[in-house]
């Protein structure tokens, strides 16, 4: 079966650093995306990662393990406005279908 | 550039009433998708396309639902008749292509049934 689990919901304070993850369980694999989405808005894109290990781009990094079906996505220097939800999505390679985690809520306190 | 367009932002019916989303991809982007999101959730396909040919419909419930999308760009997703349960965000997205590249989401329309 195809199963992404990441936690509900995480809080953090400003200026701090928060690691995000997702474990997964998908027929084939065929990379992992991290959205942000904003209350109220649409999802956007912050990262896919097909290889493994970490990739950086300024504040956020990703990571993924293959083999342990896990990836994490790192904020650094937490600002207000990283206050959002984080989806994590798979892309299964035996359908090319991306599969959506149920997301997590990021509650960042100043 | 523009991005996805999507219209009504928002739409209040009765149940039992049809109702019908727009959507318009970024230009040239052959991959497009509708998704449900319910509040504190995920994103859910109903159905994805590539050009106009519809490759994933097993989440949309046929009964009710329809979507088209002729010529390959602009595309509808349609409720007949709507529920109760049918309130939620009806997001479209679009891509370059399937699987591997990073999907590019409307706004989204809210849809409210009473």
């Known amino acids: 079966g195809q199963n992404i689990d990441q936690p509900t919901e995480m809080t953090a304070t400003e200026g701090a650093i928060v690691q995000i993850n997702c474990t997964y369980q998908?027929?084939?694999?065929?990379?992992l995306f991290w959205y942000q989405q904003h209350a109220g808005e649409a999802p956007t894109f912050l990262s896919y990662?097909?290889?493994?290990g970490l990739e950086e781009k300024g504040r956020f990094s990703s990571f993924l393990s293959r083999s342990k079906g896990y990836s994490y996505l790192l904020l650094k220097e937490l600002q207000m406005k990283d206050s959002a939800s984080y989806l994590c999505?798979?892309?299964?390679?035996?359908?090319?279908?991306?599969?959506f985690g149920k997301g997590t809520r990021l509650h960042i306190l100043p | 550039e523009a991005g996805v367009v999507q219209s009504p932002r928002y739409k209040i019916i009765e149940k039992k009433q049809p109702v019908a989303f727009w959507c318009n991809p970024i230009?040239?982007?052959?991959?497009l998708y509708w998704y449900l999101q319910n509040l504190g959730q995920g994103p859910e396909l109903l159905i994805r396309y590539e050009n106009e040919e519809a490759v994933d419909d097993s989440q949309l419930p046929k009964d009710r639902f329809s979507a088209e999308r002729l010529k390959g760009v602009d595309s509808t997703l349609k409720i007949q008749p709507a529920e109760l349960g049918d309130s939620a965000v009806y997001l479209c997205?679009?891509?370059?292509?399937?699987?591997?590249?990073?999907?590019?989401f409307g706004p989204g329309t809210r849809l409210t049934v009473l």
């Open positions: 990662n097909v290889l493994d």
């Open positions: 230009s040239g982007h052959n991959t």
């Open positions: 998908t027929s084939g694999f065929n990379g």
């Open positions: 999505a798979v892309s299964q390679s035996r359908d090319d279908k991306i599969i």
């Open positions: 997205a679009s891509s370059s292509r399937t699987g591997s590249d990073e999907q590019f």
